[in-house]
């Protein structure tokens, strides 16, 4: 037979992968410096502007 599952230690594994996930998602969206914050922000203006005069009148 195979060995019985601690299902608290199971659980908690869980949580913590989930966390490191959680910590990983946090630190690319808020770990970022100002001027590459900056950039990213243009950059998505740009692309909002392109988009916008792309669009059909009707």
Do not use: C
């Not at 599952?5 to 659980?11: D, G, S």
């Not at 770990?31 to 900056?38: L, Q, V």
Request: proline content about 2%; glycine content about 4%.
């Amino acid at each position: 037979m195979t060995e019985p599952i601690n299902f608290n230690k199971a659980r908690k594994a869980l949580h913590k992968q989930q966390a490191k996930a959680q910590a990983a998602a946090n630190r690319a969206r808020f770990g970022r410096t100002k001027a590459e914050k900056d950039a990213e922000a243009l950059a998505a203006e740009k692309a909002r502007r392109e988009l916008e005069g792309k669009k059909r009148e009707e």
